[in-house]
């Protein structure tokens, strides 16, 4: 089974820096070598052997743009990223086409999710999931996996809302991993020091 990872990486971060100029998946976390960015992308490319990178147009998106090609992602550029999540998720899953029997989700501000996790997520729609979500200490958290069959619900999403209307209304296989890294993402600053979030 071909299962593509698309890795969102569209968003303006307003919340880590209002002003703009200071990109959060630019930033490296602290103990780590890699961008928040390259750390995402390293993790899906561990295990899946395409991953798509859908980026904002603007000043960084070359900057970004090198160092997810430079890792092995492919990288696609959403022009209308400003309309919110749905329109970069629609947009990379346009242009991953028509092969991947399925796609893991992740986001691009997350980068302590390990292999491991999205390992799982593969597995369990390799055996047949529709939807597999991981869960950890009794929390869903990010990535998802989504099979074929979702493709023309999860185009028709609106707004920034992403997934999550669909993940209510359709049944779920949900994965128990020891990864706490699925709950954490890079909001603001303070996200890049290592903590217990959970």
């Keep these: 089974?071909?299962?593509?990872g698309i890795l969102l990486a569209a968003g303006r971060g307003t919340r880590f820096d209002p002003s703009g100029q200071r990109n959060k998946l630019l930033q490296c976390p602290e103990g780590q070598q890699a961008s928040v960015v390259a750390a995402s992308a390293r993790h899906m490319l561990a295990v899946l052997p395409r991953v798509v990178a859908v980026l904002r147009p603007g000043a960084d998106a070359e900057t970004l743009s090198a160092?997810?090609?430079?890792?092995?992602?492919?990288?696609?550029?959403?022009?209308?990223a400003d309309t919110g999540m749905a329109a970069s998720l629609a947009h990379a899953l346009t242009y991953a086409g028509k092969d991947a029997q399925g796609f893991i989700i992740a986001l691009g501000d997350m980068p302590h999710v390990q292999p491991s996790t999205i390992q799982s997520l593969k597995t369990a729609l390799e055996q047949g999931a529709g939807i597999a979500a991981p869960m950890y200490r009794g929390r869903r958290g990010n990535p998802v996996g989504f099979s074929r069959h979702y493709l023309p619900q999860l185009l028709a999403l609106e707004g920034d809302q992403g997934a999550r209307g669909i993940l209510k209304h359709a049944p779920v296989t949900e994965l128990e991993v020891d990864d706490s890294g699925i709950l954490q993402d890079v909001d603001?600053?303070?996200?890049?020091?290592?903590?217990?979030?959970?």
Excluded: N, R, W, Y
Excluded at 67 to 80: D, K, S, Y
Excluded at 189 to 197: G, Q
């Design 1 to 4: 089974m071909s299962v593509t």
């Design 67 to 80: 160092q997810l090609l430079a890792l092995g992602c492919e990288v696609t550029i959403c022009p209308q």
């Design 188 to 198: 603001t600053p303070a996200d890049l020091h290592p903590k217990d979030k959970v």
